[in-house]
């Protein structure tokens, strides 16, 4: 679903289109399966040590913009495990994420051989058997053990600082644009309600509000692929759809936003240069 699909939906197709999304992110897969079993059973006694946790430790639900998820970094891996750690990350993204994460990884520190990665649970324990992937701008993870799509687990951030010359966006220079056209619309009222503590309910703006985040939402999702930004649709029509969230404009200057309800809680900042943070609660469609 490309993001004039969405941006141009009327409200009944929209919901069609998300009850759709709906059965459909049931057959979720996931992240690398099998390379991340892979690669965990290459790993030595002192780096399991070191960067595999258990299934419950609390940085599993940790993400920021500058942050080590253990001390050992990719490269510390060898060349090896630096190959799978890429990997990893390539079947968590879409095509046009991944791009740009790996380019945003190359300019902001160097590549991913600077980043950290960590395993949480086992592949044959009971519980949960993710990755995650940390660093400058960078937190994402993925389900290790399905085999198919995304499958995103955990909170993600992404982020990235431009080059001189280049767009205030850097490689996410879509998404500040998709942000920034969101509060174009607004009404004198509605800025006055977005910029309130609590924000303003989006169910109760007019389409051309609608439509716009919508628009952002669907920009945002689309650094992920395809089943993971159906199953977020999906869930966000299970919760009432996008009307069932507010959007709250964090620094009254239109340019830092935080979009919160029962599927999702997205802040993002789109100047001086985009930050972007995704905590997801997947109610029943990951039940």
Not at 162 to 171: E, F, M, S, T
Request: aromatic share 6%.
């Amino acid at each position: 679903m490309a993001k004039d699909d969405v941006a141009g939906l009327s409200r009944r197709a929209f919901l069609g289109v998300t009850a759709t999304a709906v059965a459909a992110s049931k057959a979720r897969g996931g992240g690398g399966g099998s390379e991340a079993a892979e690669l965990f059973d290459r790993l030595s006694e002192p780096q399991r040590r070191e960067i595999c946790l258990p299934a419950g430790h609390p940085l599993r639900s940790r993400a920021s913009h500058r942050w080590a998820v253990v001390r050992p970094t990719v490269g510390d891996l060898g060349e090896a495990g630096r190959q799978s750690c890429r990997a990893l990350l390539e079947r968590a993204c879409s095509a046009v994420g991944f791009a740009r994460i790996d380019r945003a990884m190359r300019e902001d520190s160097g590549g991913i051989e600077a980043y950290h990665l960590a395993f949480f649970g086992e592949p044959e324990g009971p519980g949960p058997f993710e990755w995650r992937l940390t660093g400058r701008h960078l937190t994402i993870g993925a389900d290790a053990r399905a085999t198919e799509g995304g499958a995103l687990a955990g909170p993600v951030f992404f982020g990235h600082e431009p080059i001189d010359g280049g767009p205030l966006g850097g490689v996410w220079e879509s998404i500040r644009e998709a942000g920034l056209a969101v509060f174009d619309p607004l009404t004198d009222r509605h800025r006055a309600l977005v910029r309130s503590p609590s924000g303003a309910n989006i169910g109760e703006m007019g389409e051309e509000i609608r439509e716009p985040i919508q628009g952002l939402v669907d920009e945002l999702l689309g650094t992920f692929r395809e089943v993971d930004r159906r199953a977020v649709w999906g869930r966000i029509a299970e919760a009432g759809g996008i009307e069932a969230h507010r959007v709250v404009d964090g620094n009254r200057a239109g340019d830092a936003w935080r979009i919160d309800g029962p599927a999702l809680s997205w802040w993002f900042l789109a100047l001086p240069h985009v930050h972007s943070e995704v905590r997801i609660d997947w109610g029943t469609v990951r039940s």
